[in-house]
C-alpha cells in the first residue's frame, strides 16, 4: 500500500489535503476535513488534514491510515506536514516531510527546495538504487519540481487553464510528470462546498528513481484511466482535488471528501 499511495501522491489521497477549504474563503482559514479511498466500494484508507491557505502561501498538516478490509493485510499509518508559497503563477514548495509505519517497518522522507530545486532529499532507510535496471534521478531532473501533495495546487486564472499544464513532482525517490488535458466541467456536492468542478484526464510518466520493468510503473505509464476533479480554493486563484479515481492492478481506486469544517 504504502508504495502504491507514493506512485500515486501527485494524484489521489494526499492530494485531495486541501480541497477542504470553503469556496467562500477569501482569507487565511484553517480547515479540518477528511477524506476516504475505497476500490470496489470498500473504504481501505482514511485521511485527516488541516490545511491554511492564501493567495500567497499554504500550509498543510495530515494524516493517513488504512482502514476496513486493507488493515488486515496492511496496517498503515502516516503523516505529512508541507509548507510554500505562490508566485506568479507557480508554487514554490519550502518543506516536505512525510513519515509512516507499516506493520514493522518504518519510513521517514524529508525533502528541501529553494527556488522550486530539490535542495536537499532524504530517505530513512536510504532507497536501494542497486537494484537491476534502476534509473537514477540527475540534478537537472530536479529543477522546477514540486513535492507530491505541493504538486496538486493549481494556480489558473480560469476554469480552462487548470487541465491545460504538465505537473512535476519529486516524491524522495521518484521522479515523474502527470500530463493534465481538460476533460470537461463537473460538479460536485459535499459539506462545505456545492458547484463545478473541472475534470482532467491524467497520463502517469516516470522520468527517473524507479526499477524498469517494474509492473505498477508499467501499469500506470500505460493507463488511460486516470481523472481528476478540481475546485477553486476561494478567491485565492488555486484550484484543487476534491475527487480522483485511478486505475489499478487491483481495481480502480477513488478519492473523495468526506467532510470538512473551520477548526474553532
Not at 470498500?42 to 491554511?52: D, G, K, N
Not at 487548470?162 to 512535476?168: E, G, I, K, N, P
Not at 519529486?170 to 462545505?192: C, E, K, Q, T, Y
Not at 485511478?246 to 473551520?262: C, L, Q, S, Y
Request: aromatic share 8%; charged share 20%.
Amino acid at each position: 500500500m504504502t508504495r502504491s499511495l507514493s506512485c500515486l501522491a501527485g494524484l489521489t489521497a494526499l492530494a485531495l489535503a486541501v480541497s477542504g477549504l470553503p469556496a467562500r474563503a477569501a482569507s487565511a482559514e484553517a480547515i479540518r476535513s477528511e477524506y476516504v479511498v475505497s476500490i470496489y466500494g470498500l473504504v481501505i484508507a482514511r485521511s485527516q488534514f488541516i490545511s491554511t491557505i492564501t493567495p500567497d502561501r499554504f500550509d498543510i498538516k495530515g494524516s493517513l491510515s488504512s482502514a476496513g478490509i486493507a488493515r488486515i493485510f496492511d496496517d498503515t499509518r502516516g503523516t505529512t506536514v508541507v509548507s510554500g508559497r505562490f508566485n506568479k503563477g507557480r508554487v514554490y514548495p519550502a518543506a516536505y516531510d512525510v513519515s509512516y509505519v507499516s506493520g514493522d517497518k518504518k519510513k521517514r522522507t524529508t525533502i528541501n527546495f529553494s527556488g522550486g530545486r530539490v535542495a536537499r532529499a532524504v530517505n530513512r532507510p536510504p532507497v536501494n538504487t542497486k537494484r537491476d535496471g534502476w534509473v537514477p534521478v540527475s540534478r537537472s531532473q530536479l529543477a522546477a519540481v514540486a513535492d507530491p501533495l505541493s504538486a496538486t495546487l493549481v494556480p489558473a486564472a480560469r476554469p480552462a487553464d487548470v487541465c491545460r499544464r504538465t505537473v512535476r513532482f519529486f516524491d524522495g525517490a521518484l521522479r515523474a510528470d502527470i500530463h493534465l488535458a481538460p476533460a470537461g466541467p463537473g460538479s460536485i456536492d459535499v459539506p462545505g462546498y456545492s458547484g463545478g468542478t473541472v475534470t482532467c484526464s491524467a497520463r502517469f510518466v516516470p522520468v527517473a528513481g524507479y526499477r524498469k520493468g517494474h509492473s505498477s510503473i508499467e501499469y500506470l505509464r500505460n493507463s488511460r484511466r486516470i481523472l481528476i476533479a478540481f475546485a477553486p480554493v476561494g478567491s485565492t486563484g488555486i484550484y484543487a482535488p476534491v475527487e480522483a479515481s485511478v486505475a489499478t492492478k487491483i481495481g480502480t481506486v477513488h478519492v473523495k471528501a468526506r467532510r470538512f469544517e473551520p477548526v474553532r
